[in-house]
């Protein structure tokens, strides 16, 4: 099983990245997908998810309205596309895979495999 996260890097504040994570190894299709990001001394922070068909959405609280999450089963990809970016959206962003998805998938441990993390830096 492999998560393979792209995408980040340093962007000014107002900004916009759109990271992109590729699976293999795994029914790509038949597994939700998530994003959570951790910056330094906190802990990992729920940010997007979406269902394996891309019908069912959600978002943590200070990311709604300004990051979208999407998915290509096709290409076994998975994106986050986050926009007016913000100082405080400093962090490294994993994106994870969960067999038993659902709405309330926003708990790293319900997530069964994982990827290695980008960077993503704001600057102010």
């Known amino acids: 099983v492999q998560l393979q996260a792209s995408g980040g890097g340093l962007v000014q504040a107002g900004g916009s990245l759109r990271l992109s994570c590729a699976a293999s190894?795994?029914?790509?299709?038949?597994?939700?997908m998530g994003w959570f990001r951790q910056a330094p001394g906190q802990e990992r922070e729920f940010v997007a998810a979406?269902?394996?068909?891309?019908?069912?959405?959600n978002y943590g609280d200070s990311v709604k309205g300004r990051f979208t999450i999407s998915r290509q089963n096709a290409k076994n990809t998975v994106y986050l596309q986050m926009n007016s970016l913000k100082p405080e959206d400093t962090a490294v962003y994993y994106c994870?895979?969960?067999?038993?998805?659902?709405?309330?998938?926003?708990?790293?441990?319900?997530?069964?495999?994982w990827g290695q993390g980008t960077q993503v830096t704001v600057s102010s």
């Open positions: 979406i269902s394996w068909g891309g019908g069912i959405t």
């Open positions: 994870a895979a969960d067999r038993n998805y659902h709405s309330d998938s926003v708990r790293p441990r319900q997530y069964d495999y």
């Open positions: 190894g795994f029914s790509f299709s038949s597994y939700g």
